[in-house]
């Protein structure tokens, strides 16, 4: 069975830093696109943080110069450096894992998705 388990969440005061990670147990990790997103109480889930697999990054503007994705291919985990956390960061953040179905020689990888389970990130003095 699939899983993703995040971990690292907690409670920091504004200015603070928190790193999050997500351990997952899939089968050939460095295929997936890996991002993180997160959603606050009463808002839609939103986007945060993205690297595919060719290690091209994406942020949401909010986060642009604070928040870094990163991931470790040996390790199967993904990995998200937060600093400078605002309140409006207070969130449940989630780890996904995304792939788009391609060819890579004569391998055929089919399309994926799957989501951990979230941990809160609470910024609050």
């Known amino acids: 069975q699939v899983q993703l388990v995040e971990s690292g969440g907690g409670l920091v005061q504004p200015g603070g830093s928190l790193r999050l990670s997500c351990a997952a147990s899939v089968i050939n990790f460095s295929t997936y696109n890996m991002g993180w997103y997160r959603q606050a109480p009463g808002k839609q889930r939103e986007l945060v943080a993205t690297?595919?697999?060719?290690?091209?990054?994406n942020y949401t503007d909010s986060v642009k110069g604070r928040f870094t994705i990163s991931r470790d291919n040996a390790k199967n985990t993904v990995y998200l450096q937060m600093n400078s956390l605002k309140p409006e960061d207070t969130a449940v953040y989630y780890c996904?894992?995304?792939?788009?179905?391609?060819?890579?020689?004569?391998?055929?990888?089919?399309?994926?998705?799957?989501w951990g389970q979230g941990t809160q990130v609470t910024v609050s003095s």
């Open positions: 690297m595919t697999r060719g290690g091209v990054t």
């Open positions: 996904n894992a995304d792939r788009r179905p391609y060819y890579s020689g004569r391998d055929y990888y089919t399309a994926q998705n799957y």
